[in-house]
């Protein structure tokens, strides 16, 4: 399976490799990339035998379209050590003079299938000083070989939190240019960060999932309707907390975190692979070394057959897809609503359940005011609409596959890969291991 992967990626980042009529493709992509197109459209089949070749060819062509699309790309590391610093201006209608300063450095030589990446969000102190401290943390972790994206809070005060949307923007960019650029795995990626990066961090982990092998939080801990940890299925988590931390309620609710994620690991036999833990005797300050080390051991599975996928929003911000999940119209009864989307591949047999989701508070804080504790409440989805991705990975393509969606038959019949799904896909993830050859389109 190694093989198979190394194999797969190296043909992926080939060059000199042209898309048979080609022109359409590109167009979409760079319409795509101007928000002037969703969907691409053909009729084209691929055959079994073609779909590696035309994997590779999508690919490099959606790389071209994002090269060409964006003012920077992330500097090459083409050595055993660079270091690149940086700056992204974020787009002043989601936050106003927002300027995102960061530094990319790597350790060691890379290897085959490229760097395992660490984003790194430093504590809530005075921005110099934590962007300063960051630096120096990241560069003595024993996670080598390995790449680091250190960025700098861009504004104090209000706008002190790295989930807010110009943050999401920024995320989805780093996500979209490590991935073309060939110098990191795309099964290796982690969010990592202390205090209030802990805090990021944990969210963030949630809400990009099925991008990261990985996230781990340090010295922090969430309110779990912030950072559903249903969605960390087949993504490696690790929090830990000084037992004393009871800042903000850290400790209690790094205490919450990990009975959460040990019920899901006892019904979910694997799946929910964390390390969330309370250091006896310490306070806000822990020993932050021993985290990369624990996650770098750990990689996605980009086509799992069970996923968990709590639809929440980031500041305003929803994610468009899951995993092979694509949303084409909410069930959400409210702007801010949630769905989760529960899917379980057994054989060729999709089961798939669609909940609307209600939070109710059955723990508040006094003094700040913190919702605390929660009862979650799912009720099925009465409308909505969702793409199934799909590839030989998952399903056995030249069998008839049925769709069973909250119970009920919606689909069971032939799917036949096509170009139009390999297209869309990679538009809809940019990224490498998403570049789906099927599809099926279900409606309720």
């Known amino acids: 399976m190694k093989i198979k992967t190394l194999l797969l990626i190296a043909v992926l980042f080939a060059v000199n490799v042209c898309l048979a009529a080609n022109g359409d493709v590109d167009d979409f992509f760079s319409s795509f990339l101007k928000n002037k197109a969703t969907t691409f459209v053909s009729n084209k089949k691929i055959s079994k035998k073609d779909v590696q070749r035309t994997r590779v060819e999508i690919w ?16 090459a590391l083409d050595k055993d050590t660079v270091v690149s610093a940086g700056k992204w201006k974020l787009p002043p209608e989601l ?22 990446l660490f984003v790194y969000l430093h504590g809530s102190g005075p921005k110099d000083k934590e962007y300063a401290i960051g630096l120096e943390l990241t560069k003595s972790f024993a996670d080598g070989p390995s790449a680091y994206f250190v960025p700098q809070i861009p504004n104090e005060g209000g706008y002190y939190r790295w989930w807010q949307r110009a943050k999401v923007y920024a995320w989805e960019k780093l996500l979209r240019l490590a991935l073309v650029s060939g110098d990191y795995d795309p099964d290796k990626i982690y969010f990592i960060g202390i205090s209030e990066g802990a805090y990021g961090t944990q969210r963030l982990c949630s809400f990009f999932a099925d991008y990261l092998a990985g996230g781990g939080a340090m010295a922090g801990g969430e309110p779990l309707k912030n950072a559903p940890a249903e969605n960390c299925a087949n993504t490696a988590f690790s929090l830990i907390t ?29 799946l929910y692979i964390h390390r969330v833990e309370l250091i ?6 822990i020993d932050y070394s021993t985290t990369t080390p624990w996650l770098v051991n750990f990689t996605r599975n980009p086509y799992p057959k069970y996923v968990s996928w709590e639809d929440f929003e980031l500041d305003g911000c929803y994610r468009k897809g899951f995993h092979n999940l694509f949303v084409n119209k909410r069930s959400n009864a409210t702007d801010n609503g949630r769905t989760y989307y529960e899917e379980r591949i057994e054989n060729d047999t999709i089961l798939l359940n669609v909940d609307t989701v209600a939070y109710n508070t059955v723990q508040k804080d006094s003094v700040w ?13 009465s409308h909505g609409s969702v793409t199934l991705f799909l590839n030989r990975d998952l399903v056995n393509l030249s069998r008839t596959i049925t769709v069973v969606l909250n119970g009920e038959t919606k689909f069971r019949g032939k799917v036949e890969e096509n170009l139009a799904s390999m297209v869309n896909s990679c538009a809809a993830f940019g990224d490498p291991r998403r570049i789906y050859t099927a599809q099926i389109d279900v409606t309720w």
Do not use: C
Not at 95 to 116: D, Q
Not at 280 to 285: A, F, I, P, V
Not at 369 to 381: C, H, N, T, V, Y
């Open 60 to 75: 490099n062509s959606w790389r071209k379209a994002v090269k060409k699309h964006e003012a920077f790309t992330l500097a």
């Open 95 to 116: 936050e106003n003079n927002a300027v995102m300063n960061f530094t990319l450095f790597n350790k060691g030589s890379k290897p085959l299938t490229g760097y395992p």
């Open 280 to 285: 006896e005797g310490r306070g806000h300050s």
């Open 242 to 270: 000084g037992d004393h931390d009871a800042g903000f309620y850290r400790n209690t609710l790094t205490q919450y975190t990990a009975e959460a994620f040990d019920a899901l690991a006892k019904r979910h036999d694997s």
């Open 369 to 381: 005011g913190i919702d605390m504790k929660f009862e979650r409440k799912l009720s099925p989805a």
